[in-house]
């Protein structure tokens, strides 16, 4: 893993939006602050802080809110469906903890904003999983959320 995301990552809004939720996601899964919290922080202090911590000031912020609320709030639901999602031999407790973040946050997407197209979806997370990563976990990333678009939309995988 990268010290920090690969420069260049995050040209659009949404995607500093998700770059932004999945780090959020990351921190609250250390249990030392609660989401509202890390949600108020990140919108009103680290906005604008360059490197691993910040968010750019025009990130989408109602997109960063809603996936790191959403993903918070239905977390149990997201652990049980990636957990289906992932190899036989592999636990939910075996992945690295920001994996889970990009996990989360991609299957609140897939699963809660039929808006957006899945391939979309798990494109814009495996290319998170890139920004921090140089091995296989864009790989990993890419099959479990795979795994959970043909669960929850396949119709729309299948046009």
């Known amino acids: ?8 990552f995050g040209s659009s809004r949404r995607q500093a939006a998700r770059l932004a939720a999945v780090q959020a996601l990351y921190q609250w899964q250390e249990g030392q602050h609660g989401p509202a919290e890390i949600i108020e922080q990140f919108l009103k202090v680290r906005t604008g802080e360059t490197g691993e911590g910040g968010m750019r000031r025009d990130a989408d912020r109602p997109l960063f809110k809603d996936v790191v609320e959403g993903a918070v709030a239905h977390k149990e639901a997201l652990q049980q469906t ?14 690295d903890r920001l994996v889970r973040a990009i996990l989360l ?12 197209p899945p391939r979309v979806t798990i494109s814009e997370y495996v290319e ?10 864009q790989n990993f990333v890419n ?17």
Not at 82 to 95: I, K, M, Y
Not at 128 to 137: C, K, S, V
């Open 105 to 116: 946050a991609g299957a609140y997407e897939l699963i809660h904003r039929k808006d957006v």
């Open 1 to 8: 893993m990268s010290a920090q995301p690969t420069l260049g």
């Open 143 to 159: 099959s479990v959320l795979d795994r959970v678009a043909r669960q929850s939309r396949s119709a729309e995988l299948a046009r």
């Open 128 to 137: 998170i999983a890139h920004a921090f990563y140089d091995q296989g976990e």
């Open 82 to 95: 990636l957990s289906g999602a992932l190899a036989q031999d592999w636990t939910w407790e075996r992945v």
